[in-house]
């Protein structure tokens, strides 16, 4: 038996979403709902994934069960395609399982020829709008299919536009139209040597292939890789016939959502243009009017649209994001689909769909995409400031934008990917500037709507966004944007607020983001229903406070090393890194206990009633001395100048130590625990700084912290076993001498292979364990975390050898095998051992569902990823 590959309309439903993609499967639920939706059929995904198996030949028996939909359909509407008497016109149009918003190619009014021009006139009644569209299927049907570039045609109209003195496409007659469609078709016979296609049955085989092809191409690749969507999954294909917003007055097209995708509220939220065709709203090519408007001007259908939007919301149990059509008065709906929304937006509608009693809080959560709740973690403009506004537009993406004006996407691209802060200026964006978009703080377009690509692009990446900022000017060619009097060149400093739609010719001060009530109240769901701890990697008081604000119960990892690199502890450090004697040594390190106390004491305050875990020491000590080209230098320019013999003998003795301390991996070499086991002072003189720090807490705040003392890079458990003796000896004598005593818990980060392996033994000495999940990464794999990116990695993750970086998002099979099994290893020689991660994975919702099921106790990561280690903590028990 062959494959199904081609479904009819009425065949389809929700379920079948995996096969006949979104759109397919939307407009036959609404079918099935009563909804008037065009009649049509959708030729599956396998059939698209099948034909890329075999390099783009399409499967036997393809081609004719799309004959056979086509037949179907010709009976049910009564029409042809090709036909000069009654002509079916169709819509080709991609949709993919997960929504790709115009990442791939559509095309529409095919059917559409010289024979069949005039039969459309005559039904329609309207010259000119059967005129409109064959000019439309030509351009669309060249670019798409064909790939003719699309200035051909653009050109072609501008120049008509200008000879007959007209600015709007809707200004050109019938006349000006018919002759329009000649120059297309002569200029397209001429880009392809004479070989256009004019038979409308080869040209739907044509352009079902061309959008089985265009899930191949960049943009499409760039927006998947961003949002992480697999590339196997294919695009299905949906042919149906042909409604027309471009049929005059009593004809739109438009685009609504069921509530406000930028904040959430239950409010009339669209756009729609009439006599217009469906890519003119999204495209921005024509700024569309609020759907409010609609009716006064269309009432019946904005009535039906009214109640077809409840009727769809209810049914799909969450916003909708829906495209129609009016012809003549009457309303089609083209698709629905769950909205995409801004983080604000996905709280305030889960919120809301809760206390409406429409879903459960776990529902609730399991809806909203943790990653996105960045956007609320964005930054906006400080309010106090006394810039005016140069210009204004669509607030199309919340957050605040501050960078270098840049108006081309390749250059923004190229600038970003350095780490420039770049802001993007665009006349309008369309898929392929995607790469660009990525990699700016932001964008900027003088043209489209809040549906626009710029706006939905970007609220979907949490980017801010201004669209359609009118009256600006903007000169792609010789990067300038005008507005006014005021000229803004490449390079410039500009400041987007997309939450306002306002643009600043300056670079403006940011302020933190803030988190409002719905935040709260989702996240103490959240926090409900989690069973992971969630602490903050904080090493210093401005941080620990931040992250407690954020909801981190603890700190994971306070990193000690900043505390030793500050000017005024460097010239101790190298006393201490230089000493002869062990006298010598303690003298220096004493000098730098004080500091460290100091510093200490803000985090314990900051955090008071909370554990803190503190890292002992962990760099390598050369990068506490000077480089050793520059060392050398100095000593000879010294010894050249006849220096001080007293100033000339200590740098002799810094040169001698850079030079004795010098390794080639100094990743793999002296740090962590092995400082101490050279140096023991350090850790004694670590352990009663951190004593002193929580005693002095204890008396003047009347709490402390619960304090942990997490010892680094271990391998073996005489590491530990030292350490804790030298820690402990100073931990009873501060105590002895204090008077006081709290419970100290000692513990070690697991970040190497070996001590994964032996962590039973390991276990055995230590009170907790913290995976080092960054080490633990770079060690298993091999691979040196600080070079990754710049070099191979990025080749690997292009080419699918590693499917996701593995320093963002924890390698499962390799690494987590290890972290699985070093947890079931400790907890069986100690079943009292507690069992934290704090690498960068700890913030990442893939690893903290990993965690989870691992069994950890908790995650730790920076401050601002808290929240949404809160939120993907629940979702990884529901
Ligand atoms: C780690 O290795 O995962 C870790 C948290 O330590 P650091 O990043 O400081 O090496
Ligand atoms: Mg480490």
Request: proline share 4%; with cysteine.
């Amino acid at each position: 038996m062959t494959d199904r590959y081609v479904y009819d309309l009425s065949e389809g439903s929700a379920e079948m979403k995996p096969l006949l993609g979104g759109k397919g499967a939307g407009v036959a639920e609404m079918k099935r709902l009563g909804v008037p939706v065009p009649d049509g059929f959708t030729v599956t995904t396998e059939a698209c994934v099948d034909t890329m198996t075999r390099k783009g030949e399409w499967p036997e028996d393809l081609e004719s069960q799309v004959w056979d939909g086509l037949k179907r359909l010709e009976e049910r509407t009564g029409r042809v395609l090709g036909d000069d008497k009654k002509p079916l016109l169709v819509s080709v149009r991609s949709g993919a399982v997960i929504s790709m918003p115009g990442m791939m190619d559509t095309i529409l009014n095919l059917g559409i020829s010289d024979d069949t021009v005039e039969a459309i006139a005559k039904e329609a009644g309207n010259e000119r709008f059967a005129w409109d569209c064959y000019r439309r299927f030509i351009q669309m049907y060249g670019e798409v299919v064909e790939g003719i570039d699309a200035h051909i045609y653009e050109d072609a109209l501008t120049a008509l536009k200008e000879k007959k003195g007209v600015e709007s496409d809707t200004d050109l007659s019938a006349d000006d139209l018919k002759g329009l469609v000649d120059t297309f078709k002569k200029l397209s016979n001429e880009q392809l040597g004479g070989n256009w296609t004019t038979d409308p049955r080869e040209q739907l085989m044509r352009a079902v292939d061309a959008v089985f092809r265009s899930w191949l191409n960049p943009r499409a690749f760039v927006y998947r890789k961003a949002n992480k969507i697999p590339d196997d999954l294919g695009t299905a294909v949906n042919v149906m016939q042909m409604v027309f917003g471009n049929r005059g007055d009593t004809s739109a097209t438009g685009v609504c959502f069921t509530r406000n995708p930028a904040t959430g509220e239950k409010e009339l939220y669209g756009e729609f243009l009439v006599n217009a065709q469906g890519e003119d709203v999204v495209a921005g090519i024509r700024t569309p009017r609020s759907l409010a408007e609609m009716e006064e001007v269309l009432p019946e259908a904005y009535h039906d649209l009214i109640d077809t939007m409840k009727k769809m919301e209810s049914h799909y149990r969450d916003m909708q994001d829906m495209e129609f059509t009016v012809e003549n008065g009457k309303l089609y709906l083209l698709q629905t689909r769950n909205g995409k929304r801004t983080a604000a937006a996905a709280l305030k509608v889960a919120r809301d769909l809760v206390d409406e009693g429409v879903i459960t809080k776990e529902e609730a959560l399991m809806r909203i995409e943790p990653a996105q709740l960045d956007q609320l973690l964005h930054e906006a403009i400080d309010p106090d400031h006394s810039e005016q506004p140069v210009a204004e537009g669509l607030p199309a993406s919340p957050g605040a934008a501050v960078g270098e004006a840049v108006f081309d996407a390749d250059v923004a691209a190229e600038r970003g990917a350095k780490g420039e802060k770049v802001v993007l200026i665009r006349f309008e964006t369309t898929p392929d500037d995607i790469h660009g978009v990525i990699v700016s703080q932001g964008v900027l377009t003088a043209h489209g709507g809040m549906t626009s690509h710029a706006a939905v692009v970007a609220r979907g990446m949490g980017k801010p966004c201004v669209a359609g900022a009118r009256g600006i000017k903007i000169d792609a060619k010789a990067a300038t944007l005008t507005i006014g009097d005021t000229v803004i060149h490449e390079g410039d400093m500009i400041t987007l607020d997309g939450s306002t739609g306002e643009v600043f010719a300056s670079g403006l001060k940011l302020i933190p983001p803030q988190i409002n009530a719905d935040f709260q109240e989702v996240l103490s769901w959240a926090d409900e229903i989690r069973r992971l701890g969630v602490e903050a990697n904080a090493d210093n008081a401005t941080d620990a406070a931040k992250a407690r604000e954020l909801g981190a119960e603890g700190i994971g990892l306070c990193r000690t090393e900043h505390m030793f690199f500050g000017a005024d502890r460097l010239p101790a450090m190298h006393e201490m890194i230089t000493a002869d004697t062990p006298e010598e040594r303690q003298a220096a390190v004493d000098k730098i206990l004080p500091m460290q106390q100091d510093d200490f004491e803000g985090i314990f305050t900051a955090m008071k009633g909370l554990p803190v875990t503190v890292r002992l020491l962990d760099p390598p000590l050369h990068e506490f001395l000077p480089n050793l080209v520059e060392q050398s230098l100095k000593v000879q320019k010294m010894e050249n100048q006849g220096a001080d013999a007293g100033e000339l003998d200590k740098e002799r003795r810094l040169l001698a130590q850079v030079k004795k301390l010098h390794e080639q991996n100094p990743m793999l070499g002296t740090r962590g625990c092995r400082l101490g086991m050279l140096y023991p002072e350090i850790p004694d003189m670590q352990a009663r700084a951190i004593i002193r720090a929580v005693l002095s807490v204890l008396k003047k705040e009347g709490e402390t912290v619960q304090i942990h003392i997490m010892i680094p890079l271990v391998f073996t458990p005489i590491e530990l076993e030292t350490h804790r003796r030298i820690v402990q000896q100073a931990i009873d004598e501060e105590f002895e001498s204090a008077g006081t005593k709290v419970d100290v818990k000692i513990g070690t980060m697991i970040e190497l292979p070996r001590a994964a392996l032996v962590a039973d033994k390991i276990a055995e000495v230590a009170d907790f364990f913290s995976f080092g999940t960054n080490d633990l990464t770079q060690t298993t794999l091999g691979i040196s975390r600080d070079d990754a990116e710049n070099g191979f990695l990025t080749e690997y993750l292009r080419t699918k050898v590693l499917k996701d970086n593995p320093f963002a998002s924890i390698d499962q099979e390799g690494v987590g095998q290890l972290v699985a099994g070093a947890v079931e290893k400790g907890r069986k020689t100690n079943p009292e051992l507690s069992v934290g991660v704090c690498g960068e994975h700890g913030g990442d919702p893939d690893s903290i569902h990993f965690f989870n099921k691992t069994g950890l106790d908790y995650v730790s990561c920076s401050p601002f990823r808290v929240p949404i280690a809160r939120f993907a903590a629940a979702q990884a028990v529901i």
